[in-house]
């Protein structure tokens, strides 16, 4: 969505890009929003505590204050947050698939016992975040619907993690330039994970999690995540 011929394309206040059969939403899934037709701050915050089933699905939300807000058990896959905050608000339980956080503040945000595969939260702040006991495995194959979820792992570059917790989760993320001072990866698996070498001994690992972690040198790029 970087190229040039995109951002010089005449689009409506509500844009969308979709998949599948020609004009038809029942067969046909959103890739991409862009929702210029903002709600404000209180509207927002109302309409996804509701918890409306399918409703947030792929909704593109942005510079809304939604702190301090109870959204347990939310289904937000495929969502864009841009410069939105989710300061002290409750996401336990919740569904995050996909789902892509950009320049947003998530201090004090609980997400524990939530589904977080592939979650983006790239330079977001998540000082004090809860992310105990979260599923954000690599290469989840669902049989049933022929479907490998997990290709990436969750994104941390650039995000301030400063004392997150996640204590007993499943996470397979991306944590080159994370600020982690204070983290707690107590019996998290690692599985798939990616770090620099230089915040080796700044974290706090057992040798099994260690070993499970690609430690790279900043100048690398490929972690095999994206």
Known sequence: MQLVSFQNMVK????????????????????????????????????????????????????VDLSQGNYQGINLNYARFEDVDFTSSNMRNSYLLGTKFERCSCDHADFQHSVLIDADFRNCSLENARFDHILASRDLMNEQHAVVFGVRGMLFQQANLTHASFRNAQVAGDFRGAILNGADFSGADMTGSCMFKRDMNLVSLNESQRQSIRWVEEEEHGCGIF
Not at 38 to 60: A, D, F, T
């Open 12 to 63: 409506g206040k509500q844009f969308d890009i979709r998949v599948g059969e020609y004009r038809d939403p029942n067969v046909s899934e959103s890739v991409y929003r862009q929702n210029k037709m903002m709600r404000s701050s209180i509207s927002c915050k109302g309409w996804l505590e509701n918890l409306l089933e399918h409703q947030y699905v792929h909704e593109h939300i942005a510079e």
